[in-house]
């Protein structure tokens, strides 16, 4: 198990008018490694990987959401 993960995000940019959040993310060694061990493939390109971290957070997010902070909308 790879315990020294490092994932720093940076140059985040809100827009009002199309309401979305950029933001970039940097991983280092072990984190690209337990992506891969994730994936079960250790031949992935840094794109592929990029693409899975993405899936990821999305997941993470929805997870998280669907746990207990499910926002109720009346309209």
Do not use: P, W
Request: charged share 30%.
């Amino acid at each position: 198990m790879i315990t020294n993960q490092k994932i720093d995000v940076g140059d985040v940019e809100y827009s009002r008018l199309s309401h979305v959040l950029r933001f970039s993310v940097a991983a280092n060694t072990d984190a690209i490694r337990t992506i891969e061990d994730i994936c079960n493939r250790h031949d992935m390109s840094m794109e592929e990987i990029a693409q899975e971290m993405g899936k990821l957070l999305e997941t993470a997010i929805q997870t998280n959401y669907h746990r207990g902070a499910l926002r109720r909308k009346y309209d």
